[in-house]
Nanobody, 124 residues
Framework: QVRLVESGGGLVQAGGSLTLSCVAS????????LGWFRQAPGKEREFVAA???????AYADSVEDRFSISRHNTKHTAWLQMHNLKPEDTDVYYC??????????????????WGQGTQVTVSS
């Protein structure tokens, strides 16, 4: 079973930057698709970005020009670099992995394992 640990959330001003980290427990991390999602209280979980083991990426339209996803397979770690943050980016951010998938999915239901979430708050 894959276990994920997220870190890096916090409070920032609008226009600022923040980097989230996700560390996975499995040596087979290289074959997993890694996704980032976010969710506000009372709302549905929203796709943010994802990256395959070979480095292919996908982004939500709302963050494509501001966020960047990356991974280091040997360290079993992935990052989400967030720039030009806006108040509407305020959410709990979750790291997730899809086991042995051939293509990136933007649907939360396709992912198999999830971290506990880290809070990102952007003030105006």
């Amino acid at each position: 079973q894959v276990r994920l640990v997220e870190s890096g959330g916090g409070l920032v001003q609008a226009g600022g930057s923040l980097t989230l980290s996700c560390v996975a427990s499995e040596q087979t991390f290289t074959r997993y698709i890694l996704g980032w999602f976010r969710q506000a209280p009372g709302k549905e979980r929203e796709f943010v970005a994802a990256i395959s083991g070979s480095g292919n990426t996908a982004y939500a339209d709302s963050v494509e020009d501001r966020f960047s996803i990356s991974r280091h397979n040997t360290k079993h770690t992935a990052w989400l670099q967030m720039h030009n943050l806006k108040p509407e980016d305020t959410d709990v951010y979750y790291c997730a992995v899809e086991d042995d998938a051939a293509r990136i999915s933007c649907s939360a239901e396709r992912y198999d394992y999830w971290g506990q979430g880290t809070q990102v708050t952007v003030s105006s």
